[in-house]
Every structure is written in structure tokens, then in C-alpha cells.
């Protein structure tokens, strides 16, 4: 059965930082490509940043570029988001995602919010 667990997420004031942690099992995660996306009540999940299979390749939304950072240990099973600099518009609910080809897996989330 394959899981995706999120880990990190928090309350943090702006300006600050958080590094989301994603521990996938029950698949070949070097094979996939992994992505962050966030989602805020009432809207649709957003795509944040991707990392190809081996890390040699990563994309981010307009929105994070330059504050965020998505890497992956292949050896650990896990893909990171590392947030800096923080803002209000950052808070959502943080989720997993590995793709290849047709197959398509998902985390259950993982709450921040920037808040003073």
C-alpha cells in the first residue's frame, strides 16, 4: 500500500521559516516525480514547486520563487520544502503529491499558517 506522510507543518510568524518533510512507502520513489501543492479553504489546490526523479531538475510558482526550496533524498524515501521568508498568503494546507506516468498517489496534508 503506498503512503505519503507529511511532516513539519506549524504556525510561524511572517518573515519566518518551516521545512516540510513528505516519507513515502510502498513504491519505487526514485522513479517518481514528486511535487508540493497547497491548498486554502474554498479554492483549488495549487501546484508549488516540483523535483524530477533525481533531483536534477526542480520548478516553481511565481509566488515561492526564491523563498522556497524542494529537494528529495532518494536513499530516505523523502521529499522536502524548505519555506523561507514566510507570508500570510503563505497559509494552506500543504500536500505530497508523486507522479509517473498514470499513477498518481497523495499525502493527507499537512496544516501552515503565518500569522503575527
Known amino acids: 500500500q503506498v503512503q505519503l506522510v507529511e511532516f513539519g507543518g506549524g504556525g510561524v510568524q511572517p518573515g519566518g521559516s518551516l521545512r516540510l518533510f513528505c516519507v513515502a512507502s510502498g513504491l519505487s520513489f526514485s522513479i517518481y516525480t514528486m511535487r508540493w501543492y497547497r491548498r486554502t479553504p474554498g479554492e483549488e489546490r495549487d501546484l508549488v514547486a516540483t523535483i524530477t526523479s533525481t533531483g536534477g531538475s526542480t520548478d516553481y510558482a511565481d509566488s515561492v520563487k526564491g523563498r522556497f526550496t524542494i529537494s528529495r533524498d532518494n536513499a530516505k524515501n523523502t521529499v522536502y520544502l524548505q519555506m523561507n521568508s514566510l507570508k500570510p498568503e503563505d497559509t494552506a494546507v500543504y500536500y505530497c503529491?508523486?507522479?509517473?506516468?498514470?499513477?498518481?498517489?497523495w499525502g493527507q496534508g499537512t496544516q501552515v499558517t503565518v500569522s503575527s
Open positions: 503529491n508523486a507522479r509517473r506516468v498514470r499513477y498518481e498517489y
